[in-house]
């Protein structure tokens, strides 16, 4: 199913800022925080990277994605789709060994060709919720190369992410922010 991602990136001492924000149009968390883990694969070339930052459409990603305080060895593979009509998701869950075998030979993809393991990007997430509309705050985030084991961190910013088929809230909050809505990828940070 599409939806509408909107994304602005804030400071982290807008962190409560933002929270009160939400509470104040009558969201709520509907999660705890966890972490997330993702490791993105892409071409010798870096044809997703370069796809991203010049706003192809339509392009995708390819990665593997953890959330390591639920298991440590359930991974998915995804495909995060960006198209004309909107953006979406394909999921798979894959085995441990499924996941050690990408991550030794890469993945064979019919667009990109043979894809590899590059950067490894870890974060904490908080999710919300103003009626149907989902807004998530990342915060925290590592980007670690997959092969030199190369760390960065990023403490001072904060990702608002609302999700939705509508956006009602969307100027709202962002207006309230004086932020501009932006495209934003954490591959390509990390890159």
């Not at 088929?165 to 004086?178: C, D, E, G, P, V």
């Amino acid at each position: 199913m599409f939806r509408t991602e909107e994304k602005i990136q804030l400071n982290i001492s807008d962190n409560l800022k933002i929270i009160n924000q939400i509470r104040y149009f009558g969201g709520k968390q509907i999660y705890p925080p966890r972490e997330i883990e993702s490791i993105y694969f892409d071409d010798k070339n870096f044809t997703m990277y370069h796809e991203s930052e010049e706003g192809t459409l339509p392009r995708y990603k390819i990665r593997l994605r953890r959330y390591p305080e639920s298991d440590l060895h359930k991974w998915f593979f995804e495909k995060k789709i960006s198209s004309v009509e909107g953006k979406f998701k394909k999921t798979n869950f894959i085995s441990e060994k499924r996941k050690n075998f990408f991550l030794r030979n890469g993945i064979t993809d019919q667009i990109y060709g043979n894809c590899y393991p590059k950067l490894i990007i870890k974060y904490i997430r908080e999710y919300y919720s103003i009626k149907n509309e989902r807004i998530t705050l990342d915060k925290k985030m590592k980007y670690i190369n997959f092969h030199s084991k190369l760390l960065t961190t990023d403490n001072e910013s904060l990702i608002l992410e609302m999700k939705s088929k509508t956006s009602i809230f969307y100027n709202t909050l962002f207006n309230k922010f004086q932020s501009k809505k932006e495209r934003i990828s954490k591959y390509c940070r990390a890159v």
